[in-house]
Protein backbone atom coordinates (compact mmCIF):
# COMPACT_ATOMS: atom_id res chain seq x y z
CA UNK A 1 0.00 0.00 0.00
CA UNK A 2 1.59 3.65 -1.44
CA UNK A 3 2.43 6.19 1.41
CA UNK A 4 -0.56 8.49 -0.17
CA UNK A 5 -3.33 5.04 0.50
CA UNK A 6 -2.19 4.63 4.10
CA UNK A 7 -3.04 7.97 4.34
CA UNK A 8 -6.02 8.47 3.21
CA UNK A 9 -7.24 4.97 4.64
CA UNK A 10 -5.85 6.31 8.35
CA UNK A 11 -7.30 9.49 7.56
CA UNK A 12 -3.89 10.76 9.01
CA UNK A 13 -3.81 13.25 5.32
CA UNK A 14 -3.47 16.59 6.72
CA UNK A 15 -2.54 15.71 10.74
CA UNK A 16 -3.97 36.19 -7.06
CA UNK A 17 -2.42 39.33 -8.49
CA UNK A 18 -5.32 39.09 -11.34
CA UNK A 19 -8.43 40.91 -11.08
CA UNK A 20 -10.34 38.16 -13.02
CA UNK A 21 -8.90 37.54 -16.27
CA UNK A 22 -4.84 37.36 -17.25
CA UNK A 23 -3.58 37.00 -20.69
CA UNK A 24 -0.17 35.04 -21.17
CA UNK A 25 1.80 34.06 -24.30
CA UNK A 26 -0.76 31.13 -25.20
CA UNK A 27 -3.38 31.31 -22.15
CA UNK A 28 -5.99 33.27 -21.27
CA UNK A 29 -6.05 32.73 -16.70
CA UNK A 30 -8.95 33.44 -15.29
CA UNK A 31 -9.92 34.20 -11.46
CA UNK A 32 -13.64 34.46 -11.48
CA UNK A 33 -15.65 31.46 -12.72
CA UNK A 34 -18.68 33.63 -14.05
CA UNK A 35 -15.70 35.27 -16.47
CA UNK A 36 -14.48 31.81 -17.46
CA UNK A 37 -18.57 30.91 -18.04
CA UNK A 38 -18.97 33.56 -20.28
CA UNK A 39 -16.02 32.64 -22.32
CA UNK A 40 -16.79 29.00 -22.72
CA UNK A 41 -19.10 26.65 -24.29
CA UNK A 42 -20.04 22.90 -24.20
CA UNK A 43 -18.95 23.13 -20.75
CA UNK A 44 -18.40 20.02 -18.82
CA UNK A 45 -18.06 19.90 -14.64
CA UNK A 46 -17.59 16.33 -13.32
CA UNK A 47 -19.03 15.29 -9.94
CA UNK A 48 -17.22 14.09 -7.45
CA UNK A 49 -18.98 11.43 -6.53
CA UNK A 50 -18.40 9.27 -3.10
CA UNK A 51 -20.62 7.15 -0.61
CA UNK A 52 -21.99 9.06 2.33
CA UNK A 53 -18.96 9.16 5.13
CA UNK A 54 -17.00 7.19 2.73
CA UNK A 55 -14.69 7.60 -0.45
CA UNK A 56 -14.53 6.08 -3.97
CA UNK A 57 -11.23 5.02 -5.02
CA UNK A 58 -10.49 6.40 -8.57
CA UNK A 59 -7.06 5.57 -9.15
CA UNK A 60 -6.58 4.44 -13.04
CA UNK A 61 -10.08 4.38 -14.13
CA UNK A 62 -11.76 6.48 -16.83
CA UNK A 63 -14.99 8.18 -15.60
CA UNK A 64 -16.75 10.61 -17.90
CA UNK A 65 -14.15 11.02 -19.98
CA UNK A 66 -11.51 12.06 -17.51
CA UNK A 67 -8.57 9.67 -16.92
CA UNK A 68 -7.13 9.61 -13.06
CA UNK A 69 -3.98 8.72 -12.39
CA UNK A 70 -3.05 5.87 -9.63
CA UNK A 71 -3.64 7.74 -6.49
CA UNK A 72 -6.86 9.65 -6.95
CA UNK A 73 -9.82 9.67 -4.60
CA UNK A 74 -13.59 11.07 -3.92
CA UNK A 75 -13.69 12.16 -0.87
CA UNK A 76 -17.58 12.64 1.23
CA UNK A 77 -16.43 15.41 3.60
CA UNK A 78 -18.25 13.29 6.62
CA UNK A 79 -15.28 10.78 6.27
CA UNK A 80 -13.10 12.85 7.96
CA UNK A 81 -14.65 16.35 8.75
CA UNK A 82 -11.64 18.47 9.74
CA UNK A 83 -9.96 17.37 6.58
CA UNK A 84 -12.58 17.00 4.04
CA UNK A 85 -15.19 19.52 4.76
CA UNK A 86 -14.35 22.22 2.15
CA UNK A 87 -18.39 23.81 2.11
CA UNK A 88 -18.76 22.19 -1.60
CA UNK A 89 -19.79 18.21 -0.74
CA UNK A 90 -17.10 15.84 -1.83
CA UNK A 91 -13.67 16.80 -3.37
CA UNK A 92 -11.40 15.03 -5.62
CA UNK A 93 -8.20 13.64 -3.62
CA UNK A 94 -5.14 13.56 -5.28
CA UNK A 95 -1.00 13.27 -4.99
CA UNK A 96 1.42 15.83 -5.35
CA UNK A 97 2.33 15.74 -8.61
CA UNK A 98 -0.63 14.54 -10.23
CA UNK A 99 -2.28 15.14 -14.12
CA UNK A 100 -5.73 14.65 -15.63
CA UNK A 101 -6.19 13.23 -18.98
CA UNK A 102 -9.04 13.70 -21.49
CA UNK A 103 -10.09 14.24 -24.67
CA UNK A 104 -8.50 17.81 -26.88
CA UNK A 105 -10.13 20.85 -25.25
CA UNK A 106 -9.24 24.61 -25.21
CA UNK A 107 -10.08 25.44 -21.78
CA UNK A 108 -10.06 23.32 -18.34
CA UNK A 109 -11.20 25.03 -14.94
CA UNK A 110 -11.40 23.55 -11.10
CA UNK A 111 -11.36 25.34 -7.57
CA UNK A 112 -8.28 24.21 -6.00
CA UNK A 113 -6.86 23.45 -1.89
CA UNK A 114 -4.43 22.17 -0.97
CA UNK A 115 -3.79 19.26 2.46
CA UNK A 116 -2.55 20.75 4.72
CA UNK A 117 -4.61 24.00 3.17
CA UNK A 118 -1.94 27.38 2.66
CA UNK A 119 0.64 25.64 0.39
CA UNK A 120 0.86 26.91 -3.33
CA UNK A 121 -0.16 24.75 -6.21
CA UNK A 122 1.45 24.80 -10.32
CA UNK A 123 -0.91 24.07 -13.13
CA UNK A 124 0.18 23.38 -16.32
CA UNK A 125 -1.78 23.69 -19.51
CA UNK A 126 -0.68 23.33 -22.71
CA UNK A 127 3.04 23.57 -21.42
CA UNK A 128 2.40 26.93 -19.51
CA UNK A 129 2.45 26.59 -16.04
CA UNK A 130 0.20 29.23 -13.48
CA UNK A 131 1.02 29.27 -9.76
CA UNK A 132 -2.10 29.24 -7.56
CA UNK A 133 -1.81 30.33 -3.74
CA UNK A 134 -5.00 28.88 -1.18
CA UNK A 135 -5.63 30.08 1.80
CA UNK A 136 -4.94 28.91 5.03
CA UNK A 137 -7.77 28.16 5.90
CA UNK A 138 -10.01 25.05 4.34
CA UNK A 139 -11.15 27.72 1.43
CA UNK A 140 -11.24 26.50 -2.44
CA UNK A 141 -9.77 29.11 -5.03
CA UNK A 142 -10.70 29.19 -8.09
CA UNK A 143 -8.75 29.30 -11.39
CA UNK A 144 -9.18 28.27 -15.28
CA UNK A 145 -7.64 28.22 -17.82
CA UNK A 146 -7.88 29.15 -22.02
CA UNK A 147 -5.33 27.88 -24.90
CA UNK A 148 -4.95 29.02 -27.76
CA UNK A 149 -4.45 25.44 -28.73
CA UNK A 150 -6.36 22.19 -28.16
CA UNK A 151 -5.10 20.45 -24.98
CA UNK A 152 -5.51 16.75 -23.65
CA UNK A 153 -4.32 17.07 -19.91
CA UNK A 154 -3.42 18.97 -17.39
CA UNK A 155 -0.78 18.70 -14.32
CA UNK A 156 -0.60 20.03 -11.31
CA UNK A 157 2.03 20.12 -8.54
CA UNK A 158 2.40 21.17 -5.19
CA UNK A 159 4.75 21.17 -1.86
CA UNK A 160 1.94 20.02 0.34
CA UNK A 161 1.17 16.55 1.04
CA UNK A 162 -1.90 16.31 -1.19
CA UNK A 163 -4.11 18.02 -3.57
CA UNK A 164 -8.36 19.15 -3.03
CA UNK A 165 -10.04 19.91 -6.59
CA UNK A 166 -13.91 20.22 -6.81
CA UNK A 167 -16.06 21.10 -9.75
CA UNK A 168 -13.41 20.44 -12.39
CA UNK A 169 -14.61 21.79 -15.89
CA UNK A 170 -13.59 20.89 -19.57
CA UNK A 171 -14.96 23.37 -21.92
CA UNK A 172 -14.33 25.15 -25.64
CA UNK A 173 -13.45 28.53 -26.24
CA UNK A 174 -16.37 30.64 -27.45
CA UNK A 175 -16.59 31.46 -31.28
CA UNK A 176 -15.53 34.49 -31.77
CA UNK A 177 -18.09 36.37 -34.28
CA UNK A 178 -16.44 38.22 -37.20
CA UNK A 179 -16.68 42.09 -37.46
CA UNK A 180 -20.06 43.43 -39.10
CA UNK A 181 -19.64 44.40 -42.65
CA UNK A 182 -20.43 47.64 -43.23
CA UNK A 183 -22.87 48.21 -45.45
CA UNK A 184 -23.74 51.91 -46.25
CA UNK A 185 -26.92 53.53 -45.85
CA UNK A 186 -29.62 54.76 -48.69
CA UNK A 187 -28.95 57.86 -47.92
CA UNK A 188 -24.98 58.33 -47.77
CA UNK A 189 -25.61 55.86 -51.68
CA UNK A 190 -27.38 59.10 -52.63
CA UNK A 191 -25.14 61.37 -51.85
CA UNK A 192 -21.88 59.08 -53.32
CA UNK A 193 -23.94 58.91 -56.70
CA UNK A 194 -24.51 62.84 -56.47
CA UNK A 195 -21.08 63.87 -55.98
CA UNK A 196 -19.82 61.72 -58.78
CA UNK A 197 -22.38 63.15 -61.11
CA UNK A 198 -20.85 66.85 -59.77
CA UNK A 199 -17.25 65.63 -60.87
CA UNK A 200 -18.11 64.37 -64.01
CA UNK A 201 -20.05 67.49 -64.85
CA UNK A 202 -17.01 69.60 -64.07
CA UNK A 203 -14.78 67.30 -65.91
CA UNK A 204 -16.90 68.31 -69.18
CA UNK A 205 -16.74 71.46 -68.33
CA UNK A 206 -13.03 71.36 -68.22
CA UNK A 207 -12.91 70.26 -71.76
Known amino acids: MSTFTTAMTTGLAGAALC??????AALIDYTSRAAF??????????????????????GGRELNGIGYPDDAYAVNPGYA???????????LLLARQSRLAF???TEFAADFGSLPA???????????????????????????????????????????????LDNVTRAQAQAVPPPPT????????ALIGLGL????????AGQ
Open 19 to 24: TSICVH
Open 103 to 105: APV
Open 118 to 164: GESITVTIAGIATTIDTPRQRQLTFRGGTSSTPFSSVAFSTSAQFLI
Open 197 to 204: LGLARRRQ
Open 37 to 58: DAATTERSLEPNAAPPNGFAFL
Open 81 to 91: PALYAWGSGAV
Open 182 to 189: SVPEPASV
